[in-house]
């Protein structure tokens, strides 16, 4: 239990909050009485003074949640307050740094940060000078009249920072904005951005980011929210009390990476180190019973590639390390460890990933004896896959269309979500063997059903 | 005032632009006289036969009438383009209703617009000229918007989320999101649909200027007319210099008005880093370079613009962020929305229920004939499409394979696409007579005129973007030709291949109607068929035939897009599509 010392809870807020979210849900209606909880209902404050980090695993919802606490997304119920007033009355002044950087192609740099104040209605001389000023805090002096494509990916979000800056946001929002960025220039930006805000240079009152690089986070934030999936809600949040400038290296830097690799590698199990002060309630859960799993998106071939290097470190290691190892990021790594967990390759305790039996066996077989262990495994813990591979049996001609089965899973999942369990789906189906698919038709077919087709075609 | 970095263009650019200046102020001057011309032209008394002279030295003249007609179409088809397609985009509501009437509008052939549209318009300006001229304009605009109005309802359709999102953030108002975002990521796709367009516009104004309806003749003084009536008398020596006129006309707009537009346009290219291959224009260099025309609009424009800014920041829409997804909370709709869609209910009901009632009239013989007329068309269409495609495959991919004929070809290709058929038919009808083929094959050779070039056109860009790679692979595996043209060249060429036969398609109906009946001085040649009863109807006032031959041939294209093209265009998408 040494990690608690560097941990403790979130206190309640007593300074006032600047953006403070009641009970906010989102959910997609279904046309059938179902619907898809994508966020259950939860309260977050955003108080000055702080740099928050939002983490999770891809489908727990962070880019809703930022969406919703900046506005642009209207909650399904519950309600958000700027400054304790609706926020869909306030006038709200908070900026957002993108992923995609969202800068317009077709204006120059210096076009591009003055649009913001253009559109409070601020006089063009006064726009010209404040632009200029933060295009030169950003370091791109010298590029005010250069076009976005014709700088390197830093360089232009550099402008994005300097655009978001510009209004002097009370709130800067950051939706993963090293995420697109190679690892050299995004660790540069990281340690300016600290340094805007240590100096107090910018009168920004709070950060908040959202991102799936744990690090980034125990690097950056005061304050790091971890949140869970299906449907997305608040597992642990707590306050991070290294001083800064951290240090990678150190040792609670790397305690707190772990026991953050270990909250999010464990989704059934509530934390531990963490106790969720802030809600007292029940932890959220479903309202319906769910049928199909959420199949990771993960390559066979990745699974494949996992549990060799697995045994290589004789069966068993610690999943920071291995991800250390691969220089993989933990959205990249998580779902194949997700994938290698559910066909029962790969057993996770304590952080720790050790290989099964018939993990060993797969990892240790050739080729055509893999896709037979995998076809075994897929028959067996993969409900999905079960079903089409029945339903291509049954059938007299052997073939069964896409849409069958989305109707099916899309009663649990947002249509995008279910296309993609489909695509996963139809990979792994495909990789061993179970079925082929005809993409020009988006039917299932038997693999010697297809055979046989194509040698009819060939004789015609 | 500190030194602007901009600043710098200005004073390099003093090399020669004194002389551009002064050309720039001749063309104002230019144009102040052509608006005074028309105007006295237009307000003047209506004149339903205006007689043309064949001289040479009234060409120009001829020629000035029509561009005018085609400017004032463009113009009036992209301020629709622009409402029409902003309204279908931002309000979901009637979204999916506005595009099933785009998709029916322009299947409807340019001709069938005919007599409503001109009887309307004179009806409704009937001591000027100008009402008749608005009816030809109206004509040519209904064959210019809709291609317009999709383009630019598709780029507002996808426009990046998270663009988007910034400019709600930033809180633009509708005026800025306009104007840097919307605008500028729609331009490509308008300048290249305004290509097609203005090209569908001289298609239809060669045969617009001079119609017959019912007892009423109609000749407005303009290149069609022109070359009709030369045609009509046999005058050779005019034919030729009306043709060359036309051809001067379209390479010309080729290149003082779409390679500049083109190459302008390239800045709005949503692409993360910046292509290599771009067109120039020395037009656009010109008018950059020319320093009225570099800072006057700017200057001008942002007098206009920063009073409006500052308006809009004051206004409380401004004040706050606009949610993105606001469209899917389910407001309930005010009841003066209600009385509007019930209003427009009825008005549709009842206008629908009096056509249907004229429909009654139509004879059991006239429908025999519109049946059989509709077959007919339907054959010569495809017949068309048919040769087309056998011609051009194999022309087209040979030049693609050699970039240094394709590198010449091409921009004629897409000149030869833009060049009106219809200018042309007059003369080749002469043709067919003296051989003395009919107008049942010889309609045919006249929509080949006008549909082809699509084809060609898009087969060479198709062939040119085979990858070598591919090719070597087919010559290193030693691909028999029948291999070599099954397994590479037609799956490499068929998105682009689909892509012209639906254009060509569309315009070969179009055709139709003007390909299967003319009237020569003495004589009316005509072969059944859809289009033949069309404008038989329009010359003789019989309005039902008129509505019913139109609905024909609207369920026809309608139902060929659905059932086939749009088929083969997702197949193309899926399947045959060549990434990078």
Known sequence: MQEVAILSPAENVKTEAIIRAERIEKYYAQPSENRIQVISATDLSIVPGEIVALLGPSGSGKSTMLRMLTGLSVPSAGQVYWHEKPIADAEINVSIVFQSFALFPWMTVLENVEAPLQARGIAPAER????????????????????????????????????????????????????????????????????????????????????????????????????????????????????????????????????????????????????????????????????????????????????????????????????????????????????????????????????????????????????????????????????????????????????????????????????????????????????????????????????????????? | ??????????????????????????????????????????????????????????????????????????????????????????????????????????????????????????????????????????????????????????????????????????????????????????????????????????????????????????????????????????????????????????????????????????????????????LTSPILNLLQRSALFASLPGQLWSHIEEPMYRRFARTKEARVVHPLDEGTSRNTASPALWTIAILALTVVGWGALQAVLMLRTVTWPELKLLLEGAVATFLRVNAALLISALWTIPVGVAIGFNPKIARFIQPLAQILASVPATAFFPILLIGLVKIGGGLGIGSIALMLLGTQWYILFNVIAGAMSIPSDLREVSSLFRFTRWQRWTRLILPGIFPYLITGMVTASGGAWNASVFAEYSRMPGRTLQTIGLGAQIDAATDSGRFPVLLLATIFISLMVVTMNRLVWRRLYRLAETRYKLEG
């Open chain 2, 1 to 278: 005032m500190k030194l602007h970095p901009l600043a710098r263009t200005l004073v390099t650019a003093r090399t020669w632009p004194f002389v551009i200046d002064v050309g720039v102020a001749a063309c104002a001057l230019a144009v102040f006289f052509a608006v005074i011309s028309t105007g006295t032209y237009w307000l003047g008394k209506p004149v339903p036969v205006v007689p043309i002279s064949h001289s040479i030295g009234a060409l120009p003249a001829y020629a000035f009438y029509s561009i005018v007609r085609i400017g004032i179409a463009y113009l009036l088809s992209l301020t629709f383009a622009i409402t029409y397609g902003y309204t279908a985009a931002y309000n979901p509501r009637i979204e999916a209703w506005m595009i099933a009437v785009l998709d029916i509008l322009q299947s409807i052939p340019v001709l069938s617009f005919l007599p409503p549209v001109v009887l309307a318009m004179v009806a409704l300006i009937p001591s000027h000229q100008m009402g008749i001229e608005m009816g030809v304009v109206l004509l040519i605009f209904t064959g210019q918007v809709w291609n317009l109005a999709f383009s630019f309802y598709s780029s507002l359709k996808s426009i990046p989320r998270e663009m988007l999102e910034a400019s709600r953030i930033y809180r633009y108002s509708a005026w800025q999101r306009f104007w840097q975002l919307e605008m500028p990521y729609s331009a490509i796709g308008l300048v290249w649909n305004s290509i097609v367009s203005v090209a569908g516009g001289w298609f239809a104004l060669m045969a617009c200027e001079m119609f017959t309806m019912g007892t009423r003749n109609f000749q407005l003084p303009g290149l069609g007319s022109y070359l009709q009536t030369a045609a009509d008398s046999g005058d050779i020596h005019a034919l030729e210099a009306g043709f060359a006129v036309v051809i001067l006309i379209v390479v010309a707009t080729d290149q003082l008005a779409w390679r500049p537009l083109i190459a302008w346009s390239d800045k709005f290219k949503f692409e993360q880093v910046e292509s290599a291959d771009r």
């Open chain 1, 128 to 460: 010209h000078e404040r632009s200029m000023k933060m295009i030169d805090t950003v370091g791109l002096d010298g590029f005010e009249s250069a076009y976005p494509k014709e700088l390197s990916g830093g360089m232009r979000q550099r402008v994005g920072f300097a655009r978001a800056l510009v209004v002097e946001p009370e709130v800067l929002f950051m939706d993963e904005p090293f995420s697109a960025l190679d690892v050299l220039t995004a660790e540069n930006l990281r340690s300016e951005l600290l340094e805007l805000w240590e100096k107090k240079t910018m009168p920004t009152k709070s950060v908040f980011i959202v991102t799936h690089n744990i690090e980034e986070a125990v690097l950056l934030a005061d304050r790091i929210i971890v949140l869970g999936r299906n449907p997305g809600h608040i597992r642990t949040d707590f306050r991070v009390q290294i001083l800064q400038p951290r240090d990678r290296k150190s040792e609670p830097f790397t305690q707190l990476v772990d026991y953050i690799y270990k909250v999010l590698t464990r989704p059934d199990v509530a934390p531990v180190a963490a106790p969720d002060h802030q809600h007292p309630g029940p932890r959220p859960r479903d309202q319906r019973q769910m049928h199909y799993q959420m199949l990771p998106h993960a390559r066979p071939g990745g699974i494949a590639g996992l549990l060799e290097l697995l045994l290589d470190k004789g069966g068993r290691d610690d999943i920071y390390r291995l991800a250390d190892d691969l220089a993989f990021e933990i959205d990249d790594l998580l779902p194949i460890v997700d994938a290698a967990q559910l066909l029962g390759f790969l057993k996770i305790e304590e952080g720790d990933a050790s290989i099964t039996e018939k993990g060993a066996e797969f990892a240790n077989s050739e080729i055509l004896r893999q896709k037979e262990l995998f076809r075994d495994a897929a028959i067996e813990h993969v409900l999905l896959l079960r079903q089409i591979r029945r339903a291509l049996e049954s059938k007299s001609d052997h073939t069964v269309p896409e849409d069958f089965f989305l109707d099916m899973i899309d009663e649990q999942f947002s249509e995008e979500e279910s296309r993609r369990q489909m695509e996963t789906a139809i990979n792994w189906g495909r990789y061993a063997e179970l079925f082929d698919f005809d993409a020009a038709r988006r039917r299932f077919v038997m693999p010697d059903a297809l055979e046989e087709t194509a040698a009819n075609e060939e004789v015609q």
